[in-house]
């Protein structure tokens, strides 16, 4: 996606792409269409310290990789697009703060949820509105936390000839569906915003485009959030499977407050759609072109020096739940696995709890029991996690608002 768009792009040069497999690399190229001849390697390295490269958009999903990456770039000189929103969360406030320091951007993707939210947010407050909350749809059920890759197909309702037609994979699909990924793009967009997670993290209630308003505000409002300020995640099916009409699955939102009964009139006059007090409103976009958008951050980093969204200080962290009893011994499996899911947490709360951060949580060993729904914290695992990516997870946690 990301390369189709930016090859059509005048005054933009791919200039190349790092893949652990370059023959995937030449078949991405080969079919996005992308001219000239670009470098295609498997040592990023090398690609990063290439002469005249500008931007670096950094996809590949891996938490570890994708923070050494920004690091390496931000250190030739080079601005980041973070699209992996999994480094983001572990480490994004000090990467930003490193960007800066060497005078170059980090930024959230475009085109990707997170950056989205935060220009509602953005739009919101330059309006003069208060940001009750932000967030996104997604299609959830509490019976989705226990899903696995090899189950996640089901819920989908897709066979095998489907997805090997589609190419898919499988963990990815299961992040989406047991609610990491969800909670993933909500601490991204806390850290970017000043927004902070309610203290139960998400809690998915049903709700189409049409209800934000009523539903997306504070309890002692009528609505489901436990506070203002905070980030939600609304399904866009009810409790018992059953489709919403208008739902949200693919889109975004922001819910504000009109702050005056005179704004509240005005959105009487203008057809805005409200809670039944008209205090509280909403804006939306129904959905979100993931990398065919991502041309936006490179632009607007490489042209205007600008981030679309980045983090400015940690407030929001996402922690390992156990998805079945674990035992003494096991190895995590991370993100789209058989063993844990993501939950969003307040910054505050998992320090003070000690909880395994979900970019941690691939390749770490138990030595103590785990129960189901119980989160894994850093006195469970044989050996604590080390290397740059840790570093820069501590940098981050230094800059906790």
């Known amino acids: 996606m990301i390369l189709s768009q930016l090859g059509r792009l005048a005054g933009v040069v791919v200039a190349g792409v790092a893949d652990l497999d370059p023959d995937r690399a030449r078949a991405a190229l080969a079919r996005a269409g992308v001219g000239g001849e670009p ?12 002469d005249g490269l500008e931007v670096v958009v950094e996809a590949t999903g891996a938490p570890a990789a994708g923070v050494a990456h920004a690091v390496a770039a931000i250190d030739h000189g080079v601005h980041v697009v973070m699209v992996s929103v999994e480094a983001d969360v572990l480490a994004g406030p000090a990467l930003a703060a490193r960007a800066r320091a060497a005078g170059v951007v980090y930024s959230l993707a475009y085109g990707d949820q997170p950056a989205l939210i935060c220009e509602l947010v953005d739009w919101a407050r330059v309006s003069g509105f208060d940001v009750v909350c932000a967030g996104k749809g997604t299609k959830y059920l509490p019976g989705y936390r226990g899903a696995t890759p090899d189950t996640v197909w089901g819920h989908y309702g897709m066979d095998t000839a489907q997805v090997a037609a589609g190419g898919y994979n499988a963990r990815m699909f299961t992040s989406f569906l047991d609610g990491t990924k969800s909670a993933i793009e909500m601490a991204a967009v806390c850290n970017a915003t000043g927004l902070v997670p309610q203290d139960d993290g998400l809690r998915f209630p049903p709700c189409g485009a049409a209800r934000l308003a009523e539903i997306a505000i504070p309890q002692t409002a009528g609505g489901a959030l436990g506070r203002s300020g905070t980030v939600e ?33 005005c959105f009487a006059d203008y057809g805005v759609r409200t809670d039944s007090s008209g205090q509280f409103a909403s804006l939306y976009r129904p959905s979100h072109l993931i990398g065919l958008e991502t041309p936006v951050s490179v632009l607007a980093a490489g042209l205007l020096g600008e981030p679309t969204g980045a983090p400015c200080a940690f407030r929001a962290d996402v922690v390992a739940v156990a998805k079945r009893d674990l035992t003494v ?67 981050s946690v230094a800059l906790r608002a």
């Open 329 to 395: 011994g096991e190895t995590l499996d991370g993100e789209g696995g058989f063993t844990v899911h993501g939950v969003l947490a307040p910054a505050a709360a998992s320090l003070a709890a000690d909880f395994l951060p979900m970019g941690f949580a691939q390749g770490a060993r138990l030595m103590n029991p785990v129960a189901a729904g119980h989160t894994v914290t850093m006195a469970d695992l044989a050996a604590k996690p080390a290397g740059l990516a840790w570093r820069m997870r501590e940098e």
């Open 233 to 265: 995640v609304v399904s866009s099916v009810e409790r018992d499977g059953s489709p919403i009409a208008d739902d949200l699955r693919w889109g975004v939102y922001v819910t504000f407050a009109a702050g005056s009964e005179f704004v509240s009139r």
């Open 39 to 50: 470098v295609v390697t498997d040592d990023a390295d090398r690609l990063l310290a290439s």
